[in-house]
């Protein structure tokens, strides 16, 4: 069984930072990808940003320049600086991962609210 726990959601002023984290755990051989997700109220589910196993990274336009994705063996973070209300949203950790010889997975986290509000 895997599991994905992410923390570091809370409720900050325009401008201020935040730090997220995402922990893989449980039976799988490798991690393909790791990345982060938001879905704002009443809209679709979009990328924020995946890091590959080889480090490449591909960032949403709307946060390039402020977020920072970084990778610590199972562990995935994201550095979220000068936030802005619209970057309001539940934000999910998710991972596709090997789970049997050549067999890839894809795993969710339960989900982190992030408010940004004077």
């Known amino acids: 069984q895997v599991q994905l726990v992410e923390s570091g959601g809370g409720l900050v002023q325009p401008g201020e930072s935040l730090r997220l984290s995402c922990a893989a755990s449980?039976?799988?051989?490798?991690?393909?990808?790791m990345g982060w997700y938001r879905q704002a109220p009443g809209k679709q589910r979009d990328l924020v940003v995946v890091i590959t196993s080889g480090g490449t990274t591909n960032y949403a336009d709307s946060v390039k320049g402020r977020f920072t994705i970084s990778r610590d063996k199972n562990t995935v973070y994201l550095q979220m600086d000068s936030l802005k209300p619209e970057d309001t949203a539940v934000y999910y950790c998710?991972?596709?991962?090997?789970?049997?010889?050549?067999?890839?997975?894809?795993?969710w986290g339960q989900g982190t609210q992030v408010t940004v509000s004077s």
């Open positions: 998710n991972a596709k991962l090997e789970v049997a010889f050549g067999q890839a997975r894809a795993y």
């Open positions: 449980g039976s799988f051989f490798s991690i393909y990808a």
